[in-house]
Structure formats: structure tokens, C-alpha cells
């Protein structure tokens, strides 16, 4: 928690962050936590940040998967998965000394060729602002400075699109996903 200790320590919380990109309008700074600094209309929403600290509130995480429909899961398995994961990313808004998770985001790995992405959520409030794209676009540039270079995911049929526009494609080799599941 070292990263929110710094942050609310400082009277301007983005000083020691330097600006490295833009996505849809937030600009992007920093490295391991970057901050989304809104557009001057949108100032009431606070200031937004991206974070790949695994230390992550599970009530939190839960009652953010919970504002999209997702089913409760067990918390003991939630953090299991964190703890496994190659690669986590939060976005969380800031507004005094106050912190919301917005959005989340998980990759597994065999840290050599391929990804798989999990858990991709953003809070309603904050979908079809830039927020998801931005989240992904995030997490893949992180990827792929690991030199990852096949990223896969799930996605249910309402957020397909979402994805294509991102760039991902139905399975190109015509190869088809395969599931076993308990009875």
C-alpha cells in the first residue's frame, strides 16, 4: 500500500509522474501507477489512476463485479487467482482522500509466448467513457513489453464487439476453444 501512502502524503498527488501517452482523452503518466487525468468538463469525476499493485481489497473488487451482474465468487479463490496471476491491473478514482476501484483487470501467463486475460470489469459509471479501451490498451502494452506475443480472452457475447474494435478476432486457425467442467 505504499503507492496510496505516497499518494495522499502529497499535496499534488501527480508530481512525481511523468506523462508517457494518451488514450480517449485521460492522459496516461507514469509507469507502474499512472494517473487518468480527465478532460476539464469531466473535473467532477475527480482524478482517475491505473495501478498493478496486487494488493487489492477483495470486498471492493466483489462489489465492483457485482455492479456489472457478475456472480459472487469465493473470496478465498479470488485471492488465489490475484496471487497467480502474471500481471493485475486496477483503476481507481480519486476524488480528496477518498478511493474507489472503477475498473480491474487480470492476465495469466506461461511468461515466455501467451496471455489469457480475466475479470475485465469497469464500473457502469464509467463504461463508454474511454475507460475499458484505455484499460486494455494498458494491459496489452504491458504484455507485450514482456514480450508476450499471443493474448487471448473470453468474452461473453454482449462485449464481443467491444473487443473486435480493440483488435482481437474470433479464433483465426479455425481451431475450436475446448471446456471440461465438473458435473
Known amino acids: ?50 495501478s498493478t499493485d496486487r494488493d487489492i481489497d477483495l470486498y471492493e473488487l466483489e462489489e465492483l463485479c457485482s455492479a456489472v451482474g457478475w456472480s459472487r465468487r469465493p473470496l478465498r479463490k479470488v485471492k488465489k487467482a490475484i496471487q497467480h496471476s502474471f500481471l493485475v491491473v486496477s483503476i481507481w478514482q480519486i476524488r480528496g482522500n477518498q478511493r474507489r476501484l472503477i475498473g480491474f483487470a487480470r492476465a495469466t501467463s506461461d511468461h515466455a509466448f501467451n496471455a489469457t486475460l480475466w475479470d475485465v470489469v469497469v464500473h457502469p459509471d464509467f463504461q463508454s467513457k474511454g475507460m475499458g479501451k484505455a484499460l486494455m490498451k494498458f494491459i496489452i502494452k504491458k504484455l507485450r513489453s514482456d514480450d508476450i506475443s499471443n493474448i487471448t480472452l473470453f468474452a461473453d457475447p454482449h462485449v464481443v464487439d467491444f473487443y473486435r474494435n480493440l483488435g482481437f478476432i474470433s479464433d483465426p486457425e479455425g481451431i475450436k476453444g475446448m471446456f471440461w467442467y465438473p458435473d
Open 1 to 50: 500500500m505504499g503507492f496510496w501512502k505516497n499518494l495522499f502524503s502529497s499535496s499534488d498527488s501527480s508530481s512525481s509522474f511523468s506523462q508517457i501517452a494518451e488514450y480517449e482523452g485521460y492522459e496516461v503518466e507514469g509507469e507502474e501507477s499512472v494517473s487518468l487525468s480527465s478532460r476539464p468538463s469531466s473535473s467532477n469525476n475527480g482524478r482517475i489512476f491505473f
